[in-house]
């Protein structure tokens, strides 16, 4: 099962890496009626070449299945299970990939279940079906499609009566009763052009960021006291196994390198496993962050040397032995993976601390980013000195000063922690983490900082006669001036400079529904600004910190209905949407699903902060805006949009 289950992984990422919507596989549904009371439902696929569609009940350690799931059976009764037709002609072979015989589809295919019709009046089956599709280089991530069939009057009809849904220009996704409404959903992507682009880019600046963090955490790892006492073990590594300066600058090399390999690898693997969509979902999900909330806490009661974090010691003991045994490559890299697990109980909340907090980027190359950045922070040095072993002679000694690194970097565990307990909190409505009390916790770990620098707190692995340097008498009165910044919080102050960190002040949007605000706009005849944002998303506190508290901001905004739309609100809708996107049927169920659906069709967009403004038609007054911490900047640009609206008026 394991290997299977990464070799799907691997497949998965040379799909993701390809950096292009691919949709091979088209699905329709048709039912007959066979005699007075049976129906056959036909379940019909296309398939693009090369690709195929594995078959049902695939061996358990094989691909994906293709499954029929029945969620709704009114009026009827299933006769049997569901067969491919006896035209639908299959391929059995030998698959290399994954060493097993499999059984798949090609160019197209078609599923039978016959129906006992008992009721009819009531006659309605739904549900959905799972596959998933390959070629002879990558699988695609496992797929749903939605079906549904249904007779309104008589058995001999020929229909396929599908869910409630509608198309972008047709009906407002409101119109649960049928009620037609204005079109304010019709796609204003070609009109937005027309104002222009957009020039800046929040997602390439913060894997820029998320590079620069890894590069720091890996720069903090290195001064811990599992990864400090390495290196001079590392040295002599090197020194035994080579007299030839010009091989041992090489070997030295190869190993940095084995280093960065071993973490990039790590962090594709988190690629792998959760994708970008999914890490986006992951940030903004309760119990998720609930358990990054408690899983940073445990990281920082580590630091505090109440216990350690390690891997079996018999790990690293037999990579030691083998790579002392072995020459050539294969050693330089069991030692790097020596050092790796050696080092875990140090690194592990680091890079926890690290892929946590990367994870509400929703960026595909998030994780990898993030981990390539401590990885060249942990091995340049290793390099260097396997270079260089005369440096040695220079390194400062082990020390106190090393877990003083560590309790340092707990108490920013904790404070990082705070975020994603409100994150939870802010999705969950659950109301247990105001603003000031956010405030007021971080002022206690940073004076809880201030006061262990100056000895006055010691943990279990402080030794009793620290001593108290100028750098920790820096560290402290830093600590101090920051708990007098935080406290400027209790009156008012936006803290502009940690606002991503804290819940949100509170807002000046009047809406949070699309078509509330757009009739309500109508009904005043006033432009609209709507603010596609997040909970989880850090960037859209910045926004609202930094520019929307601006006097000369809020008179402006203030002209205009505001709607902010939470594309990751988690409640419920009153009942699902069956919408098409791409020729495929999506089912919404949450109010997030919705706005960001309404994001991508009208907008062509799907990033956070997203700001459009609108006339009380719908139509875009200016170009799209996004995060942009330039406070004169979105004061002209929402002066040309109001400009524009009196033009047209």
């Not at 009109?191 to 820029?208: I, P, R, Y």
């Not at 003991?317 to 790097?336: D, F, Q, R």
Request: hydrophobic share 50%; with cysteine; charged share 20%.
């Amino acid at each position: 099962m394991k290997k299977s289950y990464f070799l799907l992984l691997f497949l998965f990422i040379q799909y993701s890496l390809l950096a292009q919507i691919v949709d091979p596989v088209k699905w329709s549904f048709e039912q007959y009626s066979t005699s007075n009371d049976e129906v056959e439902l036909f379940f019909k696929v296309k398939i693009d070449h090369p690709w195929h569609v594995y078959a049902m009940n695939m061996p358990e350690d094989g691909p994906v299945s293709t499954e029929f799931i029945f969620d709704r059976i009114e009026g009827a009764e299933l006769i049997g299970s569901i067969k491919p037709s006896s035209s639908t002609k299959s391929i059995s072979k030998f698959d290399e990939t994954f060493g097993m015989d499999l059984v798949w589809y090609e160019d197209d295919a078609v599923f039978v279940q016959k129906v006992r019709v008992t009721d009819k009046k009531k006659f309605f089956l739904s549900g959905k079906l799972r596959y998933m599709c390959c070629d002879d280089k990558s699988c695609l991530p496992p797929k749903k499609e939605m079906f549904s069939f249904g007779l309104e009057h008589h058995v001999d009809t020929v229909a396929a009566v599908q869910p409630v849904e509608f198309e972008i220009g047709e009906m407002n996704v409101d119109s649960v009763a049928g009620e037609i409404v204005a079109d304010y959903w019709v796609p204003v992507i070609e009109q937005l052009k027309a104002f222009g682009e957009e020039d800046f880019s929040a997602e390439s600046m913060s894997l820029w960021i998320i590079f620069i963090t890894g590069f720091v955490g890996g720069l903090l790892a290195l001064f811990t006291p599992c990864v400090w006492p390495i290196i001079p073990m590392t040295v002599s590594f090197f020194l035994k196994r080579n007299t030839d300066k010009k091989k041992g600058r090489k070997d030295a090399f190869f190993y940095g390198f084995s280093i960065i390999g071993i973490y990039l690898f790590l962090g594709v693997i988190i690629t792998l496993v959760f994708g970008a969509s999914a890490l986006n979902t992951l940030s903004t999900n309760a119990i998720f962050n609930l358990v990054f909330f408690l899983m940073l806490v445990v990281f920082a009661i580590s630091f505090f040397g109440y216990f350690e974090i390690t891997l079996p010691s018999s790990w690293s003991t037999a990579l030691n032995n083998k790579a002392e045994h072995t020459s050539g490559v294969l050693s330089i890299l069991l030692m790097a993976s020596t050092l790796v697990i050696v080092s875990f109980s140090c690194t592990g909340p680091i890079i926890g601390t690290l892929l946590v907090e990367v994870s509400t980027s929703g960026s595909l190359l998030a994780p990898a980013i993030g981990m390539l950045g401590f990885a060249l922070a942990l091995s340049i040095p290793f390099s260097l000195f396997a270079l260089f072993p005369s440096w040695l002679n220079s390194m400062p000694r082990s020390g106190s000063w090393m877990n003083s690194i560590k309790v340092t970097l707990a108490f920013v565990e904790l404070a990082l922690a705070l975020k994603f307990l409100s994150v939870a909190d802010l999705t969950s409505g659950w109301g247990i983490l105001s603003r000031n009390l956010f405030i007021a916790l971080w002022v206690v770990f940073a004076a809880g900082l201030g006061l262990y620098m100056l000895g006055v707190i010691r943990f279990p692995h402080d030794s009793k006669n620290a001593y108290i340097g100028w750098v920790r008498r820096a560290l402290a009165v830093t600590s101090f001036l920051f708990v007098a910044y935080l406290s400027c919080g209790f009156w008012g102050a936006p803290l502009k400079e940690i606002s991503a960190f804290l819940p949100p002040k509170g807002s000046l949007q009047e809406f949070h529904d699309f078509d509330e605000g757009m009739k309500y706009a109508a009904e005043n005849h006033l432009p609209i600004f709507v603010d596609f944002t997040g909970y989880g998303c850090v960037n859209c506190r910045k926004m609202e910190a930094a520019v929307f508290t601006d006097p000369d901001v809020e008179r402006l905004m203030s002209q205009f209905v505001l709607v902010a739309l939470y594309v990751d609100d988690r409640d419920l809708l009153e009942s699902p949407e069956t919408v098409m996107e791409n020729g495929a049927k999506i089912v919404m169920e949450t109010k997030g699903e919705k706005w960001s659906y309404l994001q991508r069709m009208k907008f062509g967009a799907n990033a956070q902060p997203y700001y459009v403004l609108l006339d009380n038609a719908g139509m875009p007054i200016a170009k799209a805006y996004a995060y942009d911490e330039n406070v004169e900047r979105f004061k002209e640009h929402l002066k040309l949009a109001l400009e524009v609206y009196r033009n047209k008026k």
